[in-house]
C-alpha cells in the first residue's frame, strides 16, 4: 500500500517529498505548456488543454492515493509524451475550413513532409498522454496529504503542497525569462523527479535509464536556435544579402531587411516589399515628428521611419530576444540611432501608462501566432487590435495625428473587423492601400494627418457602416473569429475532452462508478465548485495581462496570487473557521465586484501600488472560493468521491472558456457565480433534506453553524 509506504519515513521526509513532487507538478505543467507548441504547431493555440490535462491527470491519480505506489510509471509515461511530440513535430498537421484563422506554417520541415489534414489527433492524443504523465505525480501527492491529515496537520500538508507549486512557478519563471532551452527546463523536472525515486527506492535503475532517456530525446530533438518568453525561435540567412527571416516554433514571423531607398535590391522581393513599407509616406504633406511603433520586432518598421526623416521614434516591442536580433543583426541597424528609444514592453501596457503625445502612432504586423497564457484561448496579439485598445492609441494622438496599421489579410472578415474598430474609433472609415507586399498586403490610415487625403464631399461626421457581425472589444477579443459563437471544431474538440475526462475518472475510481447508480450519488455541489474555480483563473489571468502586459510576468501574478491566497484560507480554517454564511456572501460580492470595476482603476503608476492592487483583485474571491469550498469538502463522508466530482467539473470549467467566444471574457464571471450561486442552492436543499431525515451532519460540520 501506497500510504504505508509513506509512513516507512519520518514524517520529515514525508514533508520534503511533498514540497519536491508539489514543485515538479507544476515545473512540469509550465515546460509541457512552453515546450509542446514549439515540437506540434496547432498546441499553441490551444495550451490551455495542456492545464486542463494536468487537473485531469493530477486528479486521477489522487483518486488512486490508498493504493500501491506506481510512482515508477512517471518516466514511462513522460517518455512516451515527450517521444510522441517529436514524432508528431515532423509532420504538417493543418486545418481546413476551420473556423478560426490559424497560422500552420512549416517552414522548418523539408517539402516532402508527411501532411495529416486534421489538427484533432495531434491535440486529442497529446491530450490523453499529458494527462497520463500526471497521474503518478497525483497519487504521489494525495498519499503525503493523507500521512499529514493522520500523523501531523492537514494544514502543514496543505501548506507545503502549496509552498512546493509556489516555488515551482518561481523557478520556472526565472527559467523563462533567463532564455534557457527546453533540456535545462526537463534536466530540473527530472532531477527533482529522480530525487523522489531515489527517496523511495522504487526500480532505481530502470528509471534512471528512462529519466536520461528524455532528457536526451529533449537534446537531440532541438530545432530552435534560442528562446524567448514566448517562442522558439531561429535565424535563416539569405545568401548574398543581409536580409534573414525570424522563424517562431517554426513558422516565419519576420523577415528584417534593407529597406532604404538606396540600398540596392539584392533579392527578388525586395523592391516590392520596400515600395509597400514607404508608400504610406509617400502620402503625408510633411515628414513624421514624434513617431510611437507598436510591435517593433526586428526593426524594419523604425528602419523605414528613419529613412523617411522621423525626428523622434518610441519602439515598443513585448519580446526581448526578437529586440536583440533586431539590435545586433538587422542589416539597417535602426536601433543604434539616437533618434530611437526603445520600450520592451506589452503594447497596451505601454499605452495604458504613458502621458506621450505622438504625431503618428504605427501598428506592425503584430499577429502573434500563439495563445497569451496557458490559461485563455485568446491570442497575444487580440488585445491590441480590439476598439479599446484603438481607442486608448487614439488618445495619445497629438493633434492633427494619424494612426497607421499594417496587417497580412488572409480572411476579408478580418478586414472588416479592423475597418470596424477604426471606424467606429475616429468616426470615419479608414484610407486602405491594398497589395501584394509580400509582408502585409493591407495598410490601413486613419485619423486628422490623413484627411488632405479624402475627397471633398466626404461628410464629416457622417453614419458609420457596420460592416462585421461582431467589433473586437476586449470583452470579446476574437479577431480572427468571424463572428460570435462556437464552431462545430471547437464544439468537437469540448466533447472530445469532456469525455475524456469522463472515462479516465469513472475508470479509475469503483467509488465514481457506484455513484451514479446510488440515489443522490451524484454530487453536483462539488461540480459546481471545480467548474467555478476554473473559469475564475481564466477570467483573471485575461485581466491581469491587461495590467501587467502578455509576459511571464502576469502568470507568476496569477498563480502567486491564487497559491497565496488559497493557503491564507487554509490557515484560516485551521485555527478559527469562518461562518459559512460570511464566506459565501464575501465570495459573491467579491466576483460582482471584479466584475463591475473597471480595469483601469486598478493601474497604478508604482509597481508596488500595481501589484498590492491585483493581488487583492485576484486573490479576494479565490480567498472566499477556497474556504467556500474546505467547509463543504470537509463536510463530505467520502473525500474521494467528492474530489473526483470537483475534478470533473474542473474539466468542464476549463473547456467552458470556450464560451467566452459566444458570450465574452465578463460574462465568464456571471457564470462563475450562477455556478456558486448554484452550490449554495444544493447545499440548503441537502441540509434541508438531511435535517428532515435527523442526519445531523451538516449542521455539525466545523464551521457550517
Known sequence: MERSDARQGSIRQVGLELVLVSFLVLVQELVLIRWLPAQVRVVAYFPNLILISAFLGLGIGALQGRRRSFLWLWPVTLLTLVSTAVLFSGIRFTAQGESEHLWLLYFDLPPDSMVIRSVRLPLILLFILSAASFVPLGQFVAARLDVFREKSSALWGYSLDLAGSLLGVIAFTLLSVSGTFPVVWFSLAITVGLVLLMLRGTRRGLSTLLILAVGILVYTSERGLMYSPYYSLDINAFEDSPDFEVTTNGSLHQWAKSLRREDPNLLQFDSIIRVGYHLPYTLLEEPPGKVLVLGAGTGNDVSVLLDEGAEEIHAVEIDPVILKIGKERHPNRPYDSPRVTVFNTDARSYLSNTNEKYDLIVFGTLDSMTRLSALSNVRLDNFVYTKDAIESARRRLAPGGGMMLYFMVKEDYIREHLVDVLSQTFGEGPLQLQGP?????????????????????????????????????????????????????????????????????????????????????????????????????????????????????????????????????????????????????????????????????????????????????????????????????????????????????????????????????????????????????????????????????????????
Open 437 to 705: 507586399y509580400v509582408l502585409f498586403n493591407y495598410v490601413f490610415m486613419a485619423g486628422d494627418r490623413f484627411d488632405h487625403l479624402r475627397p471633398p464631399e466626404a461628410a464629416a461626421g457622417q453614419t458609420v457602416p457596420q460592416l462585421s457581425t461582431s467589433i473586437p472589444t476586449d470583452d470579446w477579443p476574437y479577431l480572427y473569429l468571424s463572428k460570435r459563437g462556437i464552431s462545430g471544431f471547437y464544439l468537437s474538440l469540448m466533447a472530445a475532452f469532456l469525455l475524456i475526462g469522463v472515462a479516465g475518472v469513472f475508470v479509475s475510481s469503483r467509488q465514481m462508478r457506484a455513484s451514479l447508480l446510488e440515489p443522490g450519488g451524484v454530487d453536483g455541489e462539488m461540480f459546481l465548485y471545480g467548474l467555478a474555480f476554473l473559469l475564475l483563473e481564466t477570467k483573471f489571468v485575461t485581466a491581469m495581462n491587461l495590467l501587467w502586459g502578455a509576459t511571464w510576468l502576469t502568470s507568476a501574478v496569477v498563480f502567486g496570487s491564487i497559491l497565496v491566497m488559497i493557503l491564507v484560507g487554509t490557515v484560516i480554517m485551521e485555527l478559527k473557521p469562518m461562518v459559512w454564511r460570511v464566506a459565501a456572501t464575501g465570495l459573491i460580492v467579491s466576483l460582482l465586484v471584479t466584475y463591475f470595476i473597471p480595469n483601469d482603476l486598478l493601474l497604478r503608476e508604482s509597481i508596488a501600488g500595481r501589484l498590492a492592487a491585483s493581488v487583492l483583485f485576484v486573490g479576494t474571491p479565490i480567498f472566499f472560493a477556497s474556504i467556500c469550498f474546505a467547509l463543504r469538502f470537509k463536510a463530505r463522508p467520502a473525500a474521494d468521491l467528492a474530489f473526483g466530482w470537483n475534478l470533473l467539473g474542473a474539466v468542464a470549467g476549463g473547456l467552458m472558456e470556450f464560451f467566452s467566444m459566444l458570450v465574452g471574457l465578463k460574462a465568464l464571471t456571471l457564470v462563475a457565480v450562477a455556478a456558486y450561486l448554484g452550490s449554495f442552492w444544493l447545499y440548503a436543499v441537502r441540509d434541508r433534506a438531511e435535517s428532515e431525515e435527523g442526519t445531523p451532519e451538516a449542521a455539525t460540520a466545523t464551521g457550517l453553524v
